[in-house]
């Protein structure tokens, strides 16, 4: 006695020597079957996703993850009052991009007060930490400071940090891109 698989089909037999009516069982294998293939395809589906996101997880930087929240919180207020003194100083100004794309910016006082011959632009960008930027600008001409060692970027949203050296006071300000000159001024807070 032979065992019938369950995926056996009926045929009619063509032969001379079999009766009409009689059925022969032709046996097909399992890979030739449609249904276990489709059956099989979701679990596989999963696992290569699964590796997928395992992989991008591993080898991508979580750069908007700060490690130490409980120290960056309490540098909170300490910023504030940067931004404070600059409101105090009355700092208002301008940053826009030369002819040949440099930053150039135009600073005043309306207090008077002398602005250090060296600032430091902060370019960081919103999402990825590997474009932020740190640009040295030095003053060309009274109320005018550039820097042709690096260019400013045209698209992109970015949060523009200006800072004196002894960072006692700060302007920041956020864009979307450098194609427009930025306003920047210190808001008391």
């Excluded at 399992?30 to 679990?43: G, I």
């Excluded at 395992?54 to 991508?60: D, H, I, K, Q, V």
């Excluded at 309306?110 to 640009?135: F, G, M, V, W, Y």
């Amino acid at each position: 006695m032979t065992r019938r698989s369950p995926y056996a089909k009926s045929r009619p037999s063509m032969s001379r020597n079999s009766p009409a009516g009689s059925t022969a069982v032709i046996t097909i294998a399992w890979y030739r079957q449609v249904w276990p293939w489709l059956l099989m395809l979701m679990p596989a589906t999963a696992v290569v996703a699964g590796l997928t996101t395992f992989w991008l997880a591993y080898s991508t930087n979580d750069s908007l993850v700060v490690d130490d929240y409980y120290k960056e919180g309490r540098l909170i207020n300490l910023e504030l009052a940067r931004d404070q003194r600059a409101a105090e100083l009355g700092l208002h100004g301008a940053l826009s991009r030369d002819a040949s794309g440099h930053p150039e910016l135009r600073l005043q006082s309306s207090a008077n007060a002398a602005i250090a011959p060296t600032l430091t632009l902060r370019l960081i960008h919103a999402t990825r930490a590997e474009k932020d930027q740190s640009i040295a600008l030095s003053a060309t001409a009274p109320g005018t400071w550039t820097s042709a060692a690096a260019t400013l970027p045209t698209d992109g949203h970015w949060n523009i940090h200006l800072e004196d050296p002894q960072r006692q006071w700060r302007l920041v300000r956020s864009v979307k891109g450098f194609t427009q000159p930025v306003a920047l001024g210190a808001q008391a807070k």
